[in-house]
């Protein structure tokens, strides 16, 4: 029943009452019992609870006896449509997680479908855990922007450019065509902010941030960018521009935006300054940084100097929830043991970065991060009387925040309210088809799962997925064998029937990756270490899929054998080791002279090896010669044989195994 006004009253839309109210204003005021009055969209009150009821008549009263009432948590930094790739894949290094799984995936799902139903999932997981606003990048951004309108949620959408192809556009051109149209659409939306999200500095140019910082000031909205995540980036970027990458950000103009910098971990002094002279707001995403082991960034400088530093989810393929509560308890106790100084970061400034700082970094704190009327009415509250969070004091005054930082969980969220919109009533979601949007996620994940599977079980495909390499089918005639007498073979490269053309010398290590279906083939990563002029060393790094069976086997046991893949290994062995697993690695390394020769009008490689670990003081010959048909093949093993013998070989030193087997023999028969 509703209670007719009084004269003396103003009608509201709804009133929360007898809540304890924190209202992370200037002043942070905390009413105990307090109400909040709503009308329409907007906060029009926020006062002692019985003076609210005494002014306000309201169509409906949310009774907030034993809960907290507090602004709506901003999540600064998120990929919602991750969402559906959460657990896919963990504990790996942020290079081999991102290049080795999560860009193979992406390549194949990423779509307007994906990117509208992982949203709807992620709106769906963060309105129960009591955030109300986001700030996202991805790709099909339109799709985040609907999904998060359908769902009634209030967030930025960024729009991710980048020079690189992505799944939504070819070039960058097409990207930054694709924001500012974007933009253009949502331009005074109730909810959506469009955004361009340039991905970082490693991803873009100088001309794309250029590009996206003319497009938010022209449009007066945000940008959002990764700033400065891991060590080995910002280590680059100095090599490169001789600047530090805030430094950096601000010398071309890009922080005469509204700019909203995800992570900031590796920043220094001087950075930290910049951040909070150029109101830059920062996006702090401890448990991401954790768990890719990117580092930890110095909150409590950045607070100290007053960087506006909200706190972040991002993707829930790195976190692997939108746990705000979490988040931000990381928030408070990470700093202090850090410095080792329990007094940073306090409950209260805590929940400010959840809340109105969160709304600084975001450039929203005239619409929202605070209860005050005027403000956006983004509501939520929590129960604090469960079993987890009791019993309660007041010493302090501080003692409401610290049962939010220390104590209160999502799932103690009770209401919440989004622009004046009831979202989330008593633990029940009004919005959205949950299960509708978890039957869809789970049919799709059986999806990129069977295509994980796949993709995990072929070595060639893996390599393929990481790019750079070029396909190739190589075929190759060798013959080989222990060497015994050494004059003999270097009277036979004397010989005049035959002619050096040309001759090299080199350091070979080869580390041989084996896996446990022999059908896969063997992986070599291959380090040359070619001695170049006036005897410098130039190493050169390259990877090598061989098949698993000789083609054939001629006479002299030359044989056939099949290279599949070739490529220069521009990562790290560490990447390939982490990334291809293979059940054993073998390493050999040896000396090689090349003789490039020619014979019988014929191009020969002949090489001398001699193993750089045991068997000590052997040496082989070996002789190549690409080939391209059974034919062609036919001619050159039999003049093969001819070399061989020629350079003293004698039928029973000819041996078939490769290096591999042979240097490790032992390894390889157990
Ligand atoms: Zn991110």
């Not at 924001?179 to 970082?200: N, Q, T």
């Not at 709304?359 to 209860?371: F, N, T």
Request: net charge negative; with cysteine; glycine share 8%.
């Amino acid at each position: 029943m509703v209670k007719p006004p009084t004269p003396a009253q103003e009608t509201v839309d709804i009133l929360l009452d007898s809540g304890l109210v924190v209202t992370m204003d200037a002043d942070r005021r905390v009413l105990d019992p307090g109400g909040v009055a709503i009308r329409g969209n907007a906060i029009v009150a926020v006062g002692p609870a019985e003076e609210m009821r005494a002014r306000y008549a309201a169509e409906c009263v949310v009774d907030c006896r034993q809960q907290v009432v507090m602004p709506g948590i901003i999540n600064t930094h998120t990929h919602l449509p991750m969402s559906i790739l959460r657990g896919l894949a963990d504990d790996l290094r942020l290079d081999v997680w991102l290049h080795g799984y999560i860009l193979p995936v992406e390549r194949e799902f990423v779509n307007p479908e994906f990117c509208f139903l992982g949203a709807t999932l992620a709106c769906a997981e963060m309105l129960r855990g009591g955030t109300t606003c986001f700030a996202d990048m991805y790709y099909y951004e339109e799709e985040v922007a609907w999904a998060a309108a359908e769902a009634g949620m209030r967030g930025i959408c960024g729009e991710t450019v980048m020079k690189f192809p992505t799944p939504d556009a070819l070039t960058y051109e097409e990207s930054l065509q694709y924001v500012a149209d974007f933009v253009g659409r949502w331009k005074g939306h109730e909810l959506i902010v469009a955004a361009p999200a340039p991905h970082s500095l490693y991803m873009c140019t100088a001309e794309i941030l250029q590009q996206t910082t003319a497009l938010a000031r022209e449009h007066d909205v945000p940008q959002l960018i990764h700033v400065s995540e891991t060590a080995d980036e910002v280590e680059a970027w100095l090599e490169q521009t001789n600047m530090r990458p805030t430094r950096w950000l601000e010398e071309m103009g890009v922080l005469d935006s509204k700019v909203t910098a995800a992570h900031c971990v590796h920043v220094n002094s001087e950075e930290i300054h910049i951040l909070a002279e150029r109101g830059t707001g920062v996006a702090h995403n401890p448990t991401s940084n954790l768990k890719l082991a990117s580092g930890i960034a110095p909150v409590a400088e950045m607070l100290a100097t007053g960087v506006a530093v909200g706190v972040g989810t991002d993707g829930a393929a790195s976190n692997n929830d939108l746990n705000m509560f979490e988040e931000v308890r990381l928030a408070a106790l990470l700093p202090k043991g850090v410095t080792r100084s329990p007094v940073v970061v306090p409950a209260q400034e805590a929940v400010a970065m959840a809340t109105i700082y969160g709304a600084r970094a975001l450039h929203l704190d005239h619409l929202i991060g605070s209860l005050e009327p005027g403000k956006r009415a983004d509501i939520i509250t929590v129960s604090t009387e469960r079993l987890h969070n009791l019993p309660h004091y007041e010493t302090t005054g501080e003692n409401v925040y610290s049962r939010l930082v220390y104590t209160a969980q999502a799932s103690d969220v009770h209401h919440v309210l989004v622009n004046g919109k009831h979202m989330v009533d008593e633990g029940d979601l009004l919005v959205l088809n949950e299960a509708h949007v978890l039957e869809q996620a789970r049919n799709l994940a059986r999806r990129i799962n069977k295509f994980f599977l796949a993709h995990e079980k072929s070595i060639l495909d893996k390599l393929v997925s990481i790019g750079g390499l070029e396909q190739q089918e190589m075929f190759e005639v060798q013959g080989k064998g222990r060497l015994r007498d050494e004059e003999a073979f270097r009277a036979g490269l004397a010989h005049p029937v035959l002619r050096i053309t040309r001759h090299t010398s080199r350091d070979q290590y080869d580390t041989y990756f084996v896996f446990a279906d022999p059908g896969q083939g063997r992986l070599r990563y291959r380090e040359d270490n070619v001695v170049g002029a006036e005897d410098r060393v130039y190493p050169i790094y390259s990877l090598t899929l061989t098949g698993p069976s000789k083609e054939a086997v001629y006479e002299n046991s030359v044989v056939l054998s099949r290279s599949r893949f070739t490529a220069p290994a521009d990562r790290s062995l560490r990447f390939y080791r982490e990334y291809f697993s293979p059940e054993r690695v073998i390493e050999v390394g040896k000396h090689r002279e090349r003789y490039h020769i020619r014979y019988q009008g014929l191009d020969f490689a002949v090489n001398l090896d001699r193993p750089l670990g045991p068997p000590e003081g052997e040496a082989f010959v070996e002789i190549k010669s690409r080939t391209w048909s059974q034919q062609d093949a036919l001619r050159k093993a039999g003049l093969i044989g001819e070399l061989l013998a020629m350079f003293g070989i004698s039928p029973e030193d000819v041996v078939r195994e490769e290096y591999v087997d042979l240097f490790a023999g032992d390894e390889e028969s157990r």
